[in-house]
């Protein structure tokens, strides 16, 4: 499947305190790596179109760029928190609420971390 000539594919793992993870392509065949310096922030689950370069570690591997996002991952609020906290520019309170979203996936379970040392961190980074 193509978007715009692109490959797209689903995100199927996103490691954010390393800012890479992987995009199982939906016309199948290997994982391809991707980075944060060639995507943004992603989440699991985001549905993306990209382009294949060169892989920077394995010369048999293409590695994705240009990578765009054509659905972001299906919880809006979660979403939403992270895109305000990046705006902000407190990228370490998104860091770290992207972990709260990893424990707790809905915007309920998010307020129901509220006294948690997580969230008191969160505060703390987007106070300075």
Request: net charge negative; hydrophobic share 45%; charged share 25%.
């Amino acid at each position: 499947v193509t978007c715009c000539g692109m490959p797209v594919g689903k995100v199927v793992r996103w490691v954010t305190d390393k800012g890479y993870g992987f995009i199982k392509p939906e016309n199948g065949g290997p994982d391809v790596f991707v980075h944060a310096s060639e995507a943004g922030m992603l989440d699991e689950g985001d549905v993306v179109s990209y382009k294949l370069k060169a892989s920077r570690v394995n010369r048999d591997k293409k590695d994705a760029t240009e990578v765009r996002v054509l659905e972001a991952n299906p919880d809006p609020a979660a979403a939403d928190l992270k895109a305000a906290a990046l705006t902000a520019g407190v990228t370490t309170a998104a860091l770290i609420l992207d972990a709260i979203v990893k424990e707790a996936p809905t915007l309920d379970a998010i307020v129901r971390h509220e006294g948690s040392d997580t969230t008191r961190a969160a505060r703390a980074a987007a106070a300075v």
